[in-house]
């Protein structure tokens, strides 16, 4: 079990980083608020977590215990594999996602691509009581400077499994629908507004709106 990493960033985009451990690069997945506050050459710590299955090993990196906390634990709702856990870390703040577990808000979570009602319902049946909120603040995200954001923002939603060309028009949807992210373009607040784009668009398909 790796449960951190320490090294200078090898590499850098918005859904991953190579971290430099006594001249082994480890690839670490991570959501973009995290992988935003990395630079290039700079040391960084990050709490990990390990996930081994029969063909492969996958290491999730996070900026701190709470975000690897929130992560283990909705790897026990039934459903939910890391892929998943980590987008609704990318929408959702983890102190949010305490607050919608404890006071049953399951709305909250639809507004990740891939968590509809049912699942959404699931996440608070099940972690009732095995999250409560901390009262810490609910954060901006900060920047990330790796890339041209776009291409940033493209490469994360590729990696959650949308392919370029639905990235790229949900991306400008989104920004229509919320021109004041333009400003300053923050990688993350755009991720974040894309997926909450396409959550909602979901469902106005299935009402039959267009």
Same mark, same amino acid.
């Given at each position: 079990?790796?449960?951190?990493?320490?090294?200078?960033?090898?590499?850098?985009?918005?859904?991953?980083?190579?971290?430099?451990?006594?001249?082994?690069?480890?690839?670490?997945?991570?959501?973009?608020?995290?992988?935003?506050?990395?630079?290039?050459?700079?040391?960084?710590?990050?709490?990990?977590?390990?996930?081994?299955?029969?063909?492969?090993?996958?290491?999730?990196?996070?900026?701190?215990?709470?975000?690897?906390?929130?992560?283990?634990?909705?790897?026990?709702?039934?459903?939910?594999?890391?892929?998943?856990?980590?987008?609704?870390?990318?929408?959702?703040?983890?102190?949010?996602?305490?607050?919608?577990?404890?006071?049953?808000?399951?709305?909250?979570?639809?507004?990740?691509?891939?968590?509809?009602?049912?699942?959404?319902?699931?996440?608070?049946?099940?972690? *009732?009581?095995? !999250? /409560?909120?901390?009262? #810490? %603040?609910? @954060?901006?995200? +900060?920047?990330? =400077?790796?890339?041209?954001?776009?291409?940033?923002?493209?490469?994360?939603?590729?990696?959650?499994?949308?392919?370029? *060309?639905?990235? !790229? /028009?949900?991306?400008? #949807? %989104?920004? @229509?629908?919320? +021109?004041?992210? =333009?400003?300053?373009?923050?990688?993350?607040?755009?991720?974040?507004?894309?997926?909450?784009?396409?959550?909602?668009?979901?469902?106005?398909? /299935?009402?039959?709106?267009?």
């Amino acid at each position: 079990m790796i449960s951190f990493v320490r090294g200078p960033v090898a590499s850098l985009s918005l859904a991953q980083a190579v971290i430099d451990v006594n001249g082994v690069g480890m690839l670490v997945h991570a959501t973009p608020k995290t992988l935003g506050g990395l630079r290039l050459g700079e040391e960084v710590r990050l709490t990990t977590a390990m996930i081994v299955r029969e063909d492969s090993m996958t290491l999730y990196g996070f900026a701190d215990e709470q975000e690897r906390e929130v992560f283990d634990i909705l790897l026990s709702v039934s459903g939910i594999g890391p892929r998943l856990a980590l987008a609704i870390l990318s929408v959702l703040e983890p102190e949010s996602i305490r607050i919608g577990v404890d006071t049953g808000d399951g709305k909250v979570f639809t507004k990740v691509p891939g968590v509809g009602p049912k699942v959404a319902g699931r996440i608070v049946l099940e972690l *009732k009581g095995k !999250l /409560k909120p901390t009262g #810490a %603040a609910v @954060a901006s995200a +900060p920047a990330a =400077a790796a890339l041209e954001w776009k291409d940033q923002v493209v490469a994360a939603m590729t990696s959650l499994g949308w392919n370029e *060309k639905d990235a !790229l /028009k949900a991306i400008d #949807a %989104a920004m @229509a629908a919320e +021109p004041e992210l =333009a400003e300053g373009a923050n990688v993350a607040a755009v991720l974040r507004a894309t997926l909450r784009w396409l959550g909602q668009d979901n469902t106005r398909q /299935k009402n039959g709106v267009r």
